[in-house]
């Protein structure tokens, strides 16, 4: 078993619809969760990050963190066509085996259509 | 402005040749890293490196090497191509061991025919 699954989608939805992508995890070190957003054919951008468990707002985005589900959710308010992308969480520790590395889910491809 | 850079961008090549791809940061980072994308597996990471002469294998590393001989350029050495290492290669590089934010870049397309 990953020690982070991702919905794999993928996901289509109309214009100003609100998405929602989820990620489990078992490792319970993980501290840092993250969220990045991939367009077609470039590398990976980091999107938003949540220490620990709590919301974190950023305009459209909200990220969030269930520390003792172990589960991280991004909502995309409003979606937009330019929010069309893959969609990877990534976890991160300040200790342990996985220091220093993050863990990515499989990843979510999200097309969001006019 | 800082960059990470990745060359070639497409390549390929035949089953058996050894293939070198090159990654470049100019970020003065002391961590880098290398992954494989694959559909369905997300980034898989492949090496990764703390810093000069500083070298660690990740969950995929069969087939591959890496050396780091300075701050910023970690290339990585496919050895004896075979199909299966068909994918999408990004290298990304962080500050230190303790920063969660790596920056990635632009991937080179790899196909072994």
């Known amino acids: 078993q990953k020690e982070v699954e991702q919905d794999p989608g993928p996901l289509s939805v109309p214009e100003g619809a609100i998405v929602s992508l989820n990620c489990t995890y078992s490792?319970?070190?993980?501290?840092?969760f993250m969220w990045y957003r991939q367009y077609s054919r470039k590398g990976p951008e980091l999107l938003m990050y949540?220490?620990?468990?709590g919301n974190k707002e950023d305009g459209r985005f909200t990220a969030q963190v269930d520390k003792s589900s172990k589960y991280i959710s991004l909502f995309i308010r409003d979606s937009q066509p330019s929010d069309s992308a893959t969609y990877l969480c990534?976890?991160?520790?300040?200790?342990?085996?996985?220091?220093?590395?993050?863990?990515f889910g499989q990843g979510t491809i999200l097309t969001v259509h006019p | 402005d800082a960059e990470i850079t990745q060359s070639p961008r497409h390549k390929i090549t035949e089953t058996g040749r050894q293939v070198t791809l090159a990654c470049h940061q100019t970020?003065?980072?002391?961590?880098m890293f290398w992954y494989r994308q694959d559909l369905g597996h997300g980034l898989r990471l492949i090496h990764y490196s703390y810093g000069v002469h500083d070298t660690n294998k990740g969950e995929v590393s069969d087939g591959y090497s890496v050396s780091r001989s300075n701050t910023e350029d970690l290339p990585l050495t496919l050895e004896s191509a075979a199909s299966s290492q068909t994918s999408v290669y990004f290298c990304?590089?962080?500050?230190?061991?303790?920063?969660?934010?790596?920056?990635f870049g632009p991937g080179t397309r790899l196909t072994v025919t």
């Open positions: 990534a976890m991160f520790s300040q200790r342990g085996t996985s220091y220093g590395k993050l863990t």
């Open positions: 949540t220490y620990s468990s």
């Open positions: 990304a590089s962080s500050r230190d061991r303790g920063k969660y934010e790596q920056y």
């Open positions: 490792n319970s070190a993980f501290q840092y």
């Open positions: 970020w003065n980072h002391n961590n």
